[in-house]
């Protein structure tokens, strides 16, 4: 990710004859845009009622990518080859699996996947490049895009607690008879608490500042939809950033305490390291549940925090060792090669998936995507400590964490249209700051004036 001063010194100039183009194109890509959600609840519909799902939401993003694409061509010139050359590069390795072992749905699964990894990049290139055009359209529609999914997941959950829509988690050993949590007509569960922290992220930086009434309503369903997916990524990251993001919008209040606080958040820090350290110990007195239990004995305080996905890491990285050259380590043997050997190729850890199946090159990308996009964020919220900033910022960094652990987020294929645009929009935040400390500033009669 550039910087903002390089980003804006390389603003976009279109010759006046593309606008009208870009301007059908960006109303389109919109429309798109805001309805994704609805595309993807119908594919989970589908499945539910007659046990097979279309391509519908693969076919509906793929046409959305190629628009986004064609925009970007447009405006970013030759800068948009380095999608192609990053997407070769990460298929280096599952390629050479391919006519290894001639495994052609692998190698189709991991074309799907590279795309996963550089869409969010897409999706911000895109954004910004609307924010240049009219700022004013891309302000309202991604304002919309959030509302609309956010309230898209609610109404799903709340049909999942009234017995509609697909289970989040099906019998297991732990549990045989029971179905446990709802996801309404979505598929993925994970995904799902990761796209949930998204919107919710946004709506509560947008609102804290201006209407707390509604940042409490937007954190009382986050909460009830959290707790409908059973996730531990939904729960404590709702409340989390719920949390931060009050936080870092006061920063003029907590500056002139900048040591006092630096000093209990390395006290904080010492604490949690001599709770992970006690944790074995402290896990069999706090009430779990039957499975949590059931984990803690067999694979301790890791098997709980990870559930299970280090064992299935593990057990990968013994397949890449004993089945496939040192050399193809560094290049990554995709899901052409290990999909031949693991039950569970992708083990819902990003860095070590990423590592696994595109080498260096994926792992590379890990850190650099969320390098770029958390110090762009930061770069921001210094700007404009009360802005969007400061949500995207808490979110990149829970995110970061979410993946290391929980996967799902750089692999998912329905968060990177939101969590992208929030990346890519960052001028907009600056700015709507501005007019938010001008409003602040003005009675109720000047108000009044400026309305007229």
């Not at 719920?242 to 904080?268: H, N, T, V």
Request: proline share 5%; with cysteine; hydrophobic share 55%.
């Amino acid at each position: 990710m550039s910087s903002p001063q390089a980003v804006t010194a390389s603003s976009l100039l279109q010759p006046a004859a593309l606008l009208p183009t870009l301007r059908r194109l960006d109303l389109l890509i919109l429309l798109l845009v805001k309805t994704y959600l609805l595309v993807d609840a119908l594919n989970g519909f589908l499945l539910q009622q007659y046990g097979q799902g279309l391509p519908l939401s693969a076919a509906y993003k793929s046409l959305l990518m190629a628009l986004m694409l064609l925009s970007c061509s447009l405006t970013l010139g030759r800068r948009i080859t380095l999608l192609p050359m990053m997407m070769a590069l990460l298929l280096i390795g599952p390629v050479i699996s391919f006519f290894s072992f001639g495994h052609a749905a692998g190698l189709s699964y991991d074309i799907g996947m590279v795309l996963k990894l550089l869409a969010p990049l897409l999706a911000a290139w895109y954004c910004f490049g609307l924010c240049q055009r009219d700022a004013g359209l891309a302000q309202r529609n991604l304002h919309q895009l959030m509302w609309l999914g956010f309230s898209i997941i609610v109404m799903n959950l709340l049909l999942g607690r009234l017995g509609y829509g697909l289970s989040a988690y099906l019998p297991s050993d732990y549990f045989p008879d029971q179905q446990l949590g709802s996801k309404g007509f979505f598929k993925a569960t994970n995904e799902l608490s990761a796209l949930l922290l998204v919107f919710s992220a946004y709506l509560f930086a947008w609102y804290w500042p201006r209407q707390k009434a509604v940042f409490a309503m937007v954190l009382a369903l986050s909460l009830f939809c959290s707790s409908t997916l059973l996730t531990k990524t939904g729960n404590a990251g709702v409340l989390l950033l719920a949390l931060l993001i009050p936080f870092l919008q006061a920063r003029s209040l907590w500056q002139p305490y900048r040591r006092l606080i630096l000093l209990a958040l390395a006290g904080a820090a010492v604490l949690t390291l001599l709770l992970a350290w006690q944790l074995p110990a402290i896990l069999p007195h706090l009430p779990l549940s039957e499975k949590q239990q059931l984990v803690l004995q067999q694979q301790g305080a890791i098997g709980i925090v990870l559930s299970n996905r280090d064992l299935f890491v593990r057990d990968n990285w013994v397949f890449v060792e004993q089945y496939f050259p040192t050399w193809q380590h560094l290049l990554g043997v995709g899901n052409a090669g290990l999909a031949l050997y693991s039950s569970k190729p992708l083990a819902e850890i990003d860095p070590a998936d990423l590592f696994i199946w595109f080498g260096v090159a994926g792992l590379a990308w890990y850190l650099l995507w969320f390098a770029g996009v958390i110090r762009l964020a930061l770069t921001g919220w210094r700007q404009a400590p009360q802005s969007v900033a400061a949500g995207v910022l808490a979110l990149n960094l829970l995110l970061l964490v979410v993946a290391s652990m929980a996967g799902h987020v750089l692999t998912s294929g329905m968060l990177w249209i939101p969590w992208g645009m929030l990346n890519g929009a960052w001028a907009l935040w600056i700015s709507a700051e501005q007019r938010l400390s001008t409003d602040q500033r003005l009675s109720p009669e000047e108000h009044a004036h400026a309305a007229q």
